[in-house]
């Protein structure tokens, strides 16, 4: 393989049998292809990688200006000017025809699992996301329910969400750099939610070990990421799986978010994961067509 072709295959990855370091894939990226070379039940998914976002700023027709705002920074015109540039430059040519490769493959993935539709989800992936000292939680942006010819813009804006005012607050408050690390995009199987969970193998707050706490909603998940609801909560006994306490969230009218035999199998299919990791774990689910799916899994490195 010569230089020119093993840099082109290097802008998308497969998620589940990529090579690729977090370096390449961002946290997020790196996440998913663990839990599909694992097994477990996770949509599929591919990636667009650092070398695709570096592609697009650095080594193109915006170069000059990109770098000439990473050196004006925090100034909040050069922060806009780079929001601007990014999601106003289409894709280089062969840039757009991997991506529209990737999707040719992906729709015939997607159609293998009656339980998920046409639709995308597109998820940021930033280099030093959800790394021991930056979690960037909520930060860059997550779309769903993107079809196939809207990716390219939902792409771009996840490109520049590294740039939104509160992810340069975030930087600022740090003091990590500026212009921020790379971003590399996920582009996955939309999961048509009944209902999302996050767990902790490990309780968030009193950080005992011999609890799972469990936070759910009807719908899409990123309502519980996001702070836009207040979650069910579930205390459980991590031994006998016995539910030790339940608090309604904001949406109780609508009724309980998981049943009894639903919260025990997330609970179950999470310690089975904390297991495999060989350490507490905080967990991202969607439950769709009778079964969980595992849409993240993160190493619980602090309390």
Known sequence: MDRDTGQRARHIAWLG????????????????????????????????????????????????????????LPDEGARAS?????????LGLELAAELSAGLDRLR??????PTLGELLAVRSSAVGEDSATSSYAGMHDTELGVADSEVEAAVKRCWASLWSERAVEYRLMRKLPLHGEAMAVVVQALVPARAAAVVFTRHPVTGRTDQVLVEAALGFGEAIVSGEVTPDSYLVDKVGRTVLQRDPGSRAADGDALTDDQLHDLVTLSL???????????????????????????PITTH
Request: hydrophobic share 45%.
């Open 272 to 298: 089975s994961i904390e297991e495999r990791y060989g350490a507490p774990v905080d967990i991202e689910a969607a439950h769709a067509g009778g079964h969980w799916y595992i849409l993240q899994a993160r």
């Open 108 to 113: 015939f993935e997607r159609r293998a699992d």
């Open 17 to 72: 049998s990529s090579e690729g370091s977090t370096a390449l894939l961002g946290g997020k990226a790196a996440s998913i292809d663990r839990l599909l070379r694992l097994g477990i039940r996770t949509p599929p998914a591919f990636c667009l990688t650092t070398e695709a976002f570096r592609s697009h700023l650095l080594d193109g027709p915006l170069a000059g200006r990109v770098q000439a705002a990473f050196a004006a």
């Open 82 to 90: 780079l929001v601007t540039l990014v999601t106003g430059e289409r």
